[in-house]
Protein backbone atom coordinates (compact mmCIF):
# COMPACT_ATOMS: atom_id res chain seq x y z
CA UNK A 1 0.00 0.00 0.00
CA UNK A 2 1.27 3.31 -1.07
CA UNK A 3 2.81 5.70 1.65
CA UNK A 4 1.35 9.30 2.15
CA UNK A 5 3.43 11.80 -0.47
CA UNK A 6 5.16 9.38 -2.32
CA UNK A 7 2.65 9.46 -5.49
CA UNK A 8 2.42 6.37 -6.17
CA UNK A 9 -1.46 4.84 -6.61
CA UNK A 10 -3.16 1.97 -7.77
CA UNK A 11 -5.05 2.69 -11.09
CA UNK A 12 -8.80 1.03 -12.06
CA UNK A 13 -6.84 -0.85 -14.14
CA UNK A 14 -4.94 -3.06 -11.19
CA UNK A 15 -1.96 -1.42 -12.60
CA UNK A 16 0.40 0.99 -9.92
CA UNK A 17 1.55 4.04 -11.54
CA UNK A 18 4.00 6.40 -10.05
CA UNK A 19 4.62 9.87 -10.73
CA UNK A 20 8.35 12.21 -10.45
CA UNK A 21 9.12 14.98 -11.61
CA UNK A 22 11.22 14.38 -14.71
CA UNK A 23 12.54 18.24 -14.48
CA UNK A 24 11.48 21.84 -14.05
CA UNK A 25 9.94 24.62 -16.72
CA UNK A 26 9.97 28.22 -15.15
CA UNK A 27 10.10 26.78 -11.55
CA UNK A 28 6.91 24.55 -12.28
CA UNK A 29 7.53 20.93 -11.93
CA UNK A 30 6.85 18.64 -15.07
CA UNK A 31 5.58 14.94 -14.20
CA UNK A 32 6.09 11.42 -15.99
CA UNK A 33 4.60 8.49 -15.12
CA UNK A 34 5.63 4.82 -14.41
CA UNK A 35 3.66 1.63 -14.09
CA UNK A 36 4.08 -1.49 -12.36
CA UNK A 37 2.26 -5.11 -11.20
CA UNK A 38 2.92 -3.93 -8.14
CA UNK A 39 3.09 -1.42 -5.56
CA UNK A 40 7.18 -2.40 -5.05
CA UNK A 41 7.96 -2.78 -9.08
CA UNK A 42 6.21 1.21 -9.22
CA UNK A 43 8.63 2.57 -6.82
CA UNK A 44 11.69 0.71 -7.74
CA UNK A 45 11.00 1.97 -11.62
CA UNK A 46 10.41 5.38 -10.52
CA UNK A 47 13.22 5.68 -7.89
CA UNK A 48 15.74 4.85 -10.77
CA UNK A 49 14.33 6.95 -13.34
CA UNK A 50 14.62 10.02 -10.98
CA UNK A 51 18.32 8.40 -10.22
CA UNK A 52 18.72 8.34 -13.56
CA UNK A 53 17.71 11.89 -14.13
CA UNK A 54 19.84 13.50 -11.31
CA UNK A 55 22.89 11.54 -13.50
CA UNK A 56 23.11 9.63 -10.06
CA UNK A 57 24.12 6.17 -9.99
CA UNK A 58 21.80 3.56 -10.54
CA UNK A 59 19.84 2.39 -7.87
CA UNK A 60 20.96 -0.53 -6.05
CA UNK A 61 18.90 -2.73 -3.80
CA UNK A 62 18.62 -1.38 0.08
CA UNK A 63 20.58 -4.05 1.26
CA UNK A 64 23.74 -3.09 -0.87
CA UNK A 65 23.10 0.92 0.80
CA UNK A 66 26.07 0.31 3.04
CA UNK A 67 27.21 3.73 2.93
CA UNK A 68 25.95 6.91 3.98
CA UNK A 69 26.68 8.24 0.45
CA UNK A 70 24.53 5.85 -0.97
CA UNK A 71 21.80 6.37 1.43
CA UNK A 72 21.59 9.87 1.23
CA UNK A 73 21.52 9.65 -2.71
CA UNK A 74 18.91 7.47 -2.35
CA UNK A 75 16.85 10.01 -0.17
CA UNK A 76 17.37 12.68 -2.57
CA UNK A 77 15.70 11.05 -5.20
CA UNK A 78 13.04 10.35 -2.72
CA UNK A 79 12.36 13.76 -1.72
CA UNK A 80 13.03 15.26 -4.92
CA UNK A 81 9.62 14.61 -6.55
CA UNK A 82 7.69 15.70 -3.62
CA UNK A 83 8.76 18.97 -2.64
CA UNK A 84 9.76 22.29 -4.07
CA UNK A 85 12.53 22.78 -6.67
CA UNK A 86 14.07 25.89 -4.02
CA UNK A 87 13.43 23.10 -1.23
CA UNK A 88 15.13 20.35 -3.11
CA UNK A 89 18.07 22.46 -4.04
CA UNK A 90 18.55 23.40 -0.46
CA UNK A 91 18.85 19.73 0.67
CA UNK A 92 21.11 18.95 -2.07
CA UNK A 93 23.36 22.40 -0.99
CA UNK A 94 23.44 20.33 3.14
CA UNK A 95 24.11 17.29 1.90
CA UNK A 96 26.92 17.80 -0.25
CA UNK A 97 28.24 21.16 1.79
CA UNK A 98 27.96 19.82 5.24
CA UNK A 99 26.99 15.85 5.55
CA UNK A 100 29.45 14.42 2.68
CA UNK A 101 32.68 16.05 4.01
CA UNK A 102 31.50 14.63 7.17
CA UNK A 103 30.28 11.36 6.49
CA UNK A 104 30.33 10.58 2.77
CA UNK A 105 32.46 6.83 2.80
CA UNK A 106 30.69 6.36 6.31
CA UNK A 107 29.82 2.75 6.85
CA UNK A 108 26.03 3.10 8.13
CA UNK A 109 27.00 0.51 10.54
CA UNK A 110 29.40 3.03 11.97
CA UNK A 111 27.50 5.89 12.11
CA UNK A 112 26.57 5.54 16.14
CA UNK A 113 26.35 8.19 19.23
CA UNK A 114 29.67 9.25 19.04
CA UNK A 115 29.80 10.03 15.61
CA UNK A 116 26.78 12.07 15.69
CA UNK A 117 27.80 13.56 18.80
CA UNK A 118 31.45 14.37 16.91
CA UNK A 119 29.21 15.63 13.64
CA UNK A 120 27.65 18.13 15.84
CA UNK A 121 31.05 19.18 17.52
CA UNK A 122 32.58 19.74 14.16
CA UNK A 123 29.64 21.87 12.87
CA UNK A 124 29.60 24.28 15.24
CA UNK A 125 33.11 24.83 15.65
CA UNK A 126 34.51 24.38 12.10
CA UNK A 127 31.55 23.94 9.45
CA UNK A 128 31.47 26.93 7.69
CA UNK A 129 33.25 28.18 4.90
CA UNK A 130 37.38 27.89 5.59
CA UNK A 131 36.90 26.51 8.68
CA UNK A 132 34.16 29.16 10.46
CA UNK A 133 31.87 28.07 13.48
CA UNK A 134 28.47 27.59 12.25
CA UNK A 135 25.81 29.35 14.42
CA UNK A 136 23.37 26.74 16.45
CA UNK A 137 20.31 27.00 14.18
CA UNK A 138 21.78 26.39 10.89
CA UNK A 139 23.64 23.42 12.17
CA UNK A 140 19.84 22.26 13.69
CA UNK A 141 18.50 22.68 10.04
CA UNK A 142 21.85 20.61 8.75
CA UNK A 143 20.77 17.72 11.37
CA UNK A 144 17.07 17.95 10.50
CA UNK A 145 18.28 17.16 6.89
CA UNK A 146 20.06 14.45 8.59
CA UNK A 147 16.99 13.13 10.39
CA UNK A 148 15.12 12.65 7.10
CA UNK A 149 17.74 10.82 5.51
CA UNK A 150 18.22 8.29 8.25
CA UNK A 151 14.95 8.13 9.12
CA UNK A 152 13.98 7.37 5.63
CA UNK A 153 16.40 4.71 6.19
CA UNK A 154 15.22 2.78 8.76
CA UNK A 155 11.58 2.88 7.10
CA UNK A 156 13.24 1.08 4.15
CA UNK A 157 15.25 -0.98 5.91
CA UNK A 158 18.53 0.27 5.15
CA UNK A 159 21.51 -0.83 8.12
CA UNK A 160 21.45 2.71 9.89
CA UNK A 161 20.72 3.81 13.32
CA UNK A 162 18.16 5.22 14.51
CA UNK A 163 17.68 8.93 13.80
CA UNK A 164 16.21 9.68 17.64
CA UNK A 165 20.10 9.16 18.85
CA UNK A 166 20.38 12.94 17.46
CA UNK A 167 20.30 15.82 19.94
CA UNK A 168 20.21 19.31 18.23
CA UNK A 169 22.06 21.97 19.62
CA UNK A 170 20.75 25.00 22.00
CA UNK A 171 19.92 27.76 20.10
CA UNK A 172 20.51 31.07 21.52
CA UNK A 173 17.67 33.53 21.54
CA UNK A 174 18.28 36.27 19.03
CA UNK A 175 16.22 39.64 19.76
CA UNK A 176 13.84 40.79 16.88
CA UNK A 177 13.80 44.45 15.72
CA UNK A 178 10.93 46.26 14.87
CA UNK A 179 10.67 49.64 13.93
CA UNK A 180 10.20 52.54 16.17
CA UNK A 181 7.37 54.64 15.76
CA UNK A 182 9.76 57.57 15.34
CA UNK A 183 11.37 55.92 12.80
CA UNK A 184 8.15 54.14 10.80
CA UNK A 185 6.24 57.56 10.85
CA UNK A 186 9.85 59.04 9.19
CA UNK A 187 9.64 56.45 6.75
CA UNK A 188 5.99 56.41 5.73
CA UNK A 189 5.94 60.37 5.60
CA UNK A 190 8.87 59.68 2.97
CA UNK A 191 7.12 57.13 0.94
CA UNK A 192 3.61 59.25 0.80
CA UNK A 193 5.21 61.39 -1.03
CA UNK A 194 7.26 59.60 -3.30
CA UNK A 195 6.08 58.08 -6.25
CA UNK A 196 8.81 55.39 -7.55
CA UNK A 197 8.46 51.89 -7.36
CA UNK A 198 10.53 51.26 -4.72
CA UNK A 199 8.71 53.21 -2.17
CA UNK A 200 5.45 51.54 -3.19
CA UNK A 201 6.93 48.15 -2.48
CA UNK A 202 8.06 49.64 0.83
CA UNK A 203 5.28 50.98 1.71
CA UNK A 204 2.60 48.18 0.70
CA UNK A 205 5.10 45.72 3.30
CA UNK A 206 4.21 48.04 5.71
CA UNK A 207 0.98 47.88 5.96
CA UNK A 208 0.15 44.27 4.77
CA UNK A 209 3.70 42.52 6.19
CA UNK A 210 4.47 40.20 2.46
CA UNK A 211 7.71 38.57 2.32
CA UNK A 212 9.81 40.19 0.07
CA UNK A 213 9.79 37.10 -2.55
CA UNK A 214 5.79 37.62 -2.62
CA UNK A 215 6.27 41.34 -3.52
CA UNK A 216 8.32 40.65 -5.95
CA UNK A 217 5.92 38.40 -7.71
CA UNK A 218 3.10 40.49 -7.79
CA UNK A 219 0.98 41.83 -10.64
CA UNK A 220 -1.40 44.50 -11.00
CA UNK A 221 -3.74 41.54 -11.61
CA UNK A 222 -3.11 40.31 -8.31
CA UNK A 223 -4.64 43.72 -6.96
CA UNK A 224 -8.62 43.88 -6.66
CA UNK A 225 -9.62 47.28 -7.27
CA UNK A 226 -13.29 46.03 -6.27
CA UNK A 227 -13.10 44.35 -2.98
CA UNK A 228 -10.00 45.78 -2.03
CA UNK A 229 -7.68 42.84 -1.63
CA UNK A 230 -4.86 41.56 -2.78
CA UNK A 231 -3.88 38.11 -3.84
CA UNK A 232 -0.71 36.40 -3.13
CA UNK A 233 -0.19 33.11 -5.06
CA UNK A 234 3.55 33.68 -6.28
CA UNK A 235 6.71 34.27 -5.13
CA UNK A 236 10.26 34.77 -6.59
CA UNK A 237 13.60 33.59 -5.72
CA UNK A 238 16.89 32.67 -7.23
CA UNK A 239 18.00 29.43 -6.27
CA UNK A 240 21.07 26.74 -6.74
CA UNK A 241 20.95 25.50 -10.69
CA UNK A 242 21.76 21.98 -10.50
CA UNK A 243 21.53 20.59 -13.96
CA UNK A 244 25.26 20.22 -15.03
CA UNK A 245 25.00 21.44 -18.87
CA UNK A 246 23.78 24.95 -16.94
CA UNK A 247 26.32 27.45 -17.86
CA UNK A 248 25.45 29.44 -14.69
CA UNK A 249 25.42 28.51 -11.14
CA UNK A 250 22.23 29.86 -10.09
CA UNK A 251 18.57 30.70 -11.30
CA UNK A 252 15.66 32.79 -10.37
CA UNK A 253 12.21 30.87 -10.52
CA UNK A 254 8.40 32.23 -10.07
CA UNK A 255 6.71 29.39 -8.17
CA UNK A 256 3.76 29.20 -5.57
CA UNK A 257 4.71 30.65 -1.81
CA UNK A 258 6.79 28.49 0.60
CA UNK A 259 3.41 27.13 2.16
CA UNK A 260 -0.05 26.39 1.43
CA UNK A 261 -0.95 29.06 4.17
CA UNK A 262 0.82 31.15 1.92
CA UNK A 263 -1.42 31.40 -0.45
CA UNK A 264 -3.50 33.93 0.56
CA UNK A 265 -6.28 36.69 0.32
CA UNK A 266 -5.07 40.54 2.02
CA UNK A 267 -7.63 42.82 2.54
CA UNK A 268 -6.29 46.65 1.84
CA UNK A 269 -6.83 49.54 3.84
CA UNK A 270 -8.97 52.27 1.90
CA UNK A 271 -5.65 54.56 1.89
CA UNK A 272 -3.76 51.88 0.46
CA UNK A 273 -6.30 51.16 -2.51
CA UNK A 274 -6.51 55.16 -3.19
CA UNK A 275 -2.74 55.02 -3.35
CA UNK A 276 -2.41 52.15 -5.59
CA UNK A 277 -4.82 53.22 -8.29
CA UNK A 278 -2.55 56.57 -8.81
CA UNK A 279 -0.02 54.66 -9.88
CA UNK A 280 -2.15 51.28 -11.13
CA UNK A 281 -0.38 50.20 -14.63
CA UNK A 282 -1.55 47.25 -17.35
CA UNK A 283 -2.52 43.91 -15.32
CA UNK A 284 0.22 42.28 -16.68
CA UNK A 285 2.65 43.92 -15.47
CA UNK A 286 4.74 43.32 -11.93
CA UNK A 287 3.56 46.33 -9.02
CA UNK A 288 7.82 46.48 -8.29
CA UNK A 289 8.42 47.55 -12.29
CA UNK A 290 5.35 48.50 -14.00
CA UNK A 291 6.86 46.53 -16.92
CA UNK A 292 6.49 42.93 -17.72
CA UNK A 293 9.28 41.73 -16.30
CA UNK A 294 10.50 41.45 -12.71
CA UNK A 295 12.59 42.22 -10.42
CA UNK A 296 14.57 39.92 -8.26
CA UNK A 297 14.34 39.80 -4.37
CA UNK A 298 18.03 40.44 -4.05
CA UNK A 299 17.74 43.41 -6.64
CA UNK A 300 15.01 44.84 -4.69
CA UNK A 301 16.47 44.41 -1.11
CA UNK A 302 19.48 47.01 -2.82
CA UNK A 303 16.97 49.46 -3.53
CA UNK A 304 15.19 49.35 -0.09
CA UNK A 305 18.86 49.74 1.53
CA UNK A 306 20.01 52.91 -0.93
CA UNK A 307 16.23 54.34 0.18
CA UNK A 308 17.23 54.05 3.65
CA UNK A 309 21.07 55.60 3.32
CA UNK A 310 19.38 58.50 1.18
CA UNK A 311 17.03 59.49 4.13
CA UNK A 312 19.28 58.86 6.86
CA UNK A 313 17.60 56.24 8.40
CA UNK A 314 19.38 53.49 9.88
CA UNK A 315 19.53 50.36 8.11
CA UNK A 316 16.78 47.47 9.07
CA UNK A 317 16.61 44.48 6.89
CA UNK A 318 13.48 44.17 5.48
CA UNK A 319 11.85 41.36 6.91
CA UNK A 320 11.51 44.50 9.43
CA UNK A 321 9.23 45.89 8.10
CA UNK A 322 7.18 42.38 8.27
CA UNK A 323 7.80 42.39 12.30
CA UNK A 324 6.29 45.48 12.39
CA UNK A 325 3.34 44.85 10.58
CA UNK A 326 2.34 42.16 12.61
CA UNK A 327 3.18 43.63 15.87
CA UNK A 328 1.32 47.12 15.04
CA UNK A 329 -1.61 44.33 14.37
CA UNK A 330 -1.28 43.22 17.09
CA UNK A 331 -1.15 46.34 19.28
CA UNK A 332 -4.53 47.99 17.36
CA UNK A 333 -6.29 44.58 18.62
CA UNK A 334 -6.12 42.28 15.55
CA UNK A 335 -7.04 38.78 16.50
CA UNK A 336 -4.69 36.25 16.32
CA UNK A 337 -6.45 34.06 14.06
CA UNK A 338 -6.85 36.95 11.47
CA UNK A 339 -3.41 38.04 11.38
CA UNK A 340 -2.10 34.26 11.46
CA UNK A 341 -3.79 34.05 8.16
CA UNK A 342 -2.92 37.70 7.12
CA UNK A 343 1.00 36.52 7.17
CA UNK A 344 0.44 33.01 5.50
CA UNK A 345 1.17 31.13 8.68
CA UNK A 346 0.10 27.39 8.45
CA UNK A 347 -0.83 28.10 12.59
CA UNK A 348 -0.86 30.98 15.03
CA UNK A 349 1.96 29.29 17.51
CA UNK A 350 4.52 30.84 14.66
CA UNK A 351 2.54 34.16 14.71
CA UNK A 352 2.91 34.71 18.25
CA UNK A 353 6.54 33.51 19.07
CA UNK A 354 8.22 34.80 15.94
CA UNK A 355 6.45 37.57 14.25
CA UNK A 356 4.59 39.22 18.03
CA UNK A 357 6.84 41.78 19.87
CA UNK A 358 4.55 43.88 22.35
CA UNK A 359 6.35 46.93 23.23
CA UNK A 360 6.99 48.05 26.52
CA UNK A 361 4.25 51.12 26.69
CA UNK A 362 1.99 47.94 25.02
CA UNK A 363 2.89 45.75 28.09
CA UNK A 364 2.25 49.13 30.67
CA UNK A 365 -1.24 49.05 29.02
CA UNK A 366 -2.16 45.45 29.38
CA UNK A 367 -0.37 44.98 33.20
CA UNK A 368 -2.86 48.45 34.15
CA UNK A 369 -5.98 46.53 33.65
CA UNK A 370 -4.68 44.23 36.88
CA UNK A 371 -6.18 45.08 39.76
CA UNK A 372 -6.97 43.80 43.55
CA UNK A 373 -10.77 42.97 44.32
CA UNK A 374 -11.92 45.76 46.59
CA UNK A 375 -15.17 44.79 48.42
CA UNK A 376 -17.90 47.68 48.49
CA UNK A 377 -18.21 50.01 50.57
CA UNK A 378 -20.58 50.70 53.23
CA UNK A 379 -20.62 54.50 53.01
Not at 12 to 34: F, N, P, Q, V
Not at 106 to 124: E, P, S, V
Not at 126 to 141: E, F, M, Q
Not at 162 to 187: F, H, N, Q, V
Request: aromatic share 10%; with cysteine; hydrophobic share 35%.
Amino acid sequence: MSRKGENIFKRKDGRWEARYIHHYEEGKAKYHSLYGATYSEAKEKKMAAVQITMGLRPHKLPEALCTFEDLAEAWLCDVKYNVKESTFTRYHRIVICYLFPNLKGKLLQRIDQKCLNNLTGTLLDSGGKSGRALSPKTVTDILCVLKSILRYGADNDFPCPGYSRLKYPAKKGRATTILTDEIRIKIEEKLLKSEDQVSLGILFTLFTGVRIGELCGLRWADIDFVNHTVHISRTVERIADLNPNSLKKTKVVITEPKTQSSIRVIPLPKFMMDYLRQRRCDNDCYLLTGKQKFTEPHQYYMCYKRFLKRNAIDHHTFHTLRHTFATRCVEIGFDTKSLSEILGHANITTTLSIYVHPSLQQKKVQMEKLTPYLPPSNF
